[in-house]
């Protein structure tokens, strides 16, 4: 989690010119309004965090910032809050004309419409973004958990995939530097500037992570694939002795079973190692496919096309506007107008995706802008410690345990949590969709590899144990009191299977007796006795 912090052969570290935690250019003044508009999303880990990994082709350019090193919120305020310089101009020594000061004014009105036109069409392209890649994440990562639980896998927590996935394209694009490099942003440097690489590259580092589309794959895809709140519940089922073990034919697999009376652990002992082995295995595997993303970034960085800005700008972001309201009015609509018939719960049965997931895709893009507009508010209040990330995280994992303790509870009527099909259907749809895109281990490995490391391992330690505490009191609570009823969904499902079974039973005996009655006179007339 650590990183050297090489010096540059002119003998000192280049972050002094340019923090790349930042986000903003090296040329960019605090006052000025190129630092104004690049600053606006720089507590997005995303956006403020450094590349994870160390390149050495690029020397001397410094690397390996760390995550603290970026402004916080009071960095900017004390910068916003500096004197008028002595080249400024102030309004005792203001000999202008009256003519001068009012189309001065109109000027300043003009500009300042202009910048507020401009931060409304920039934060409707990203949430528009965020949108769309929240539906795509979500859809990944519900179809990479049924692709992955299966009979003899060799790891039962089907979130491990997804997270490691999109830790894999949360390396890449941090690390990339081609498939966002504009010709057009570094021809407006100026000549100076322009011979001198370790500038430029910091330019276009800074001017990526303000690009909409950027901050859509990062936040809004990235996140959305992985969830931190799922992969706490398998910690806490792991614990609990009742993590899912799929047995049984593939086709007969559901998500809703409860786990047999054979695949229990002998004693808690066990539990504890399985504890400590889907802790590991969840972020160790995160953290090497953030790393193996970003080597994957230097290693096809000569190949890696650019991205031409002029197609993004005027034909790719307006598309995006339009396809995010149309597709959430689709599925809302969707989920409302078609039919519900539970009778199967299995990984590919039709009333599964046309129910639980469906919903789940309504409430995906409700978690993953309320993540994004949350890091936004909190992330820069402590360089140390991502308050954001760990909001989302922690309250994302609360909201799941509600969820999963109303859907497993036996108590509950028919009109609440899992007592019907629907509210079955809800909650796995808010655990799936809300809070899958609410919470994110992306971001979360991300910022534990740029984070120094005492930094990292309070902070790593603090979110997994208050989140897991969190599952501790609400679902343990009702597992070691009443116990965990199984969700209606698989109740049905079995419940169909027996009235099949019985129903099947008796129409084959109809079939036997109306045979043994009229069979023998249908068919004497044929036999041939003449021997």
Known sequence: MSHSTDVSKHGRAPSQGWDSGSGVSPTATPGSQEAQSQTSETNLAEVAAPPPVYDSTEKPVQRHEYFENRPTDRDRDSQSQLPVGKNEPSQADDTEPRASGASLARKTEKSAGARLISKITRITYIVSYLILFS???????????????????????????????????????????ELFRFEEIEAKLPDSEREDGTRVAAHLRAHKKTIPLYIGLTTGFCGSLTSFSTFTRDVFLALANDLPVPIGQYSNISLFASIPDGAHAPNGGFSFMALVAVLFTEIGLSLGGLFLGAHLAIGVSPWTPSLPQH?????????????????????????????NYPLQSTLWSSELWRGSVLFSLVFAPVGCLARFFISLKLNGRI????????????????????????????????????????????????????????????????ELSDLRRRHAYLYGGVTAVVALCALVVEIGSLKWTRGLATPEVQALKEADFKTAFIVGRRAQLRIWQDHFRTGFDDQTPNLDMSG
């Open 311 to 339: 197609w993004l700008r005027k034909f790719l972001d307006p598309v995006a506007v339009v396809l995010a309201c149309l597709s959430w009015v689709a599925l809302i609509c969707l989920v409302v107008l078609l039919p």
């Open 135 to 177: 539906f795509l994440g979500t859809l990944l990562r519900m179809t990479i958990e049924c692709l992955t639980f299966y009979p003899g896998s060799p790891v039962n927590t089907s979130v491990l995939w997804a997270n490691v996935g999109g830790s894999l394209v949360m390396g890449f694009l941090s690390e990339d530097q």
């Open 383 to 446: 360089a140390s410690f991502p308050l954001g990330t760990f909001t989302v995280n922690v309250g994302g994992t609360m909201i799941l345990g509600m969820a999963y303790s109303l859907q497993h509870a036996s108590l509950l009527g028919s009109s609440l949590g899992g007592g019907s099909v629907i509210g079955c259907q809800v909650l796995q749809g808010i655990m799936d969709g809300f809070c899958g895109c609410l919470t994110t281990v992306s971001t979360w490995v991300l």
